[in-house]
């Protein structure tokens, strides 16, 4: 079992649509969360950052971390074609540090 | 203020050929992370250096590849011979906080 499961998408929305983007894990050390945006041929860029469990939101995005059932989420709102990209959770704890497959997301105009 | 800058971007070479890839890292950051990153998958720790000491390397397939961080500022990643397999994007990252890691553009290796 992987330390960490992402659907890798494709996904595709319209413009102005609520994104919803998602990781499971396994390892109960985990302690805190992130979120990466990727665009094509760059590297990963870091958009949110949660420590346990709780909501934080920043302007257009929301992560969502639930320890008890092991699951994260990103919210994008009012989703822009500039949104289009690979998002990769990631999550350390105990020393480790592991990322997600990535979700690739397109919105159409 | 510059970010996590790596050359080369892209390189071409023939398989069994050595190859070595430069980062320097963002000024004041101790941390510095080698990644491995397939088509379609995430970055994949090679090793991590805080400061000149490599303190994770579990994952760097030593017969092969080396890294060194002379001074605790750049870093060089070499692979030596290359094989096929190799092809693959390379993302040097640097943080002050374990958490919050900063990316290079990657270099893209071809091997053929």
């Known amino acids: 079992q992987k330390e960490v499961e992402q659907d890798p998408g494709p996904l595709s929305v319209p413009e102005g649509a609520i994104v919803s983007l998602n990781c499971t894990y396994s390892n109960s050390a985990f302690q805190y969360f992130m979120w990466y945006r990727q665009y094509s041929r760059k590297g990963p860029e870091l958009l949110m950052y949660t420590y346990s469990s709780g909501n934080k939101e920043d302007g257009r995005f929301t992560a969502q971390v639930d320890k008890s059932s092991k699951y994260i989420s990103l919210f994008i709102r009012d989703s822009q074609p500039s949104d289009s990209a690979t998002y990769l959770c990631?999550?350390?704890?105990?020393?480790?540090?592991?990322f997600g497959t990535g979700t690739s997301l397109t919105v159409i105009p | 203020e510059a970010g996590v800058v790596q050359s080369p971007r892209y390189k071409i070479i023939e398989k069994k050929q050595p190859v070595a890839f430069w980062c320097n890292p963002i000024?004041?950051?101790?941390?510095l992370y080698w990644y491995l990153q397939n088509l379609g998958q995430g970055p994949e720790l090679l090793i991590r250096y805080e400061n000149e000491e490599a303190v994770d390397d579990s994952q760097l397939p030593k017969d092969r590849f080396s890294a060194e961080r002379l001074k605790g500022v750049d870093s060089t990643l070499k692979i030596q011979p290359a094989e096929l397999g190799d092809s693959a994007v390379y993302l040097c990252?640097?943080?002050?906080?374990?958490?919050?890691?900063?990316f290079g553009p990657g270099t893209r290796l071809t091997v053929l």
């Open positions: 000024s004041g950051h101790n941390t």
């Open positions: 990631a999550m350390s704890g105990g020393n480790q540090f592991y």
């Open positions: 990252a640097s943080s002050f906080s374990y958490n919050e890691q900063f």
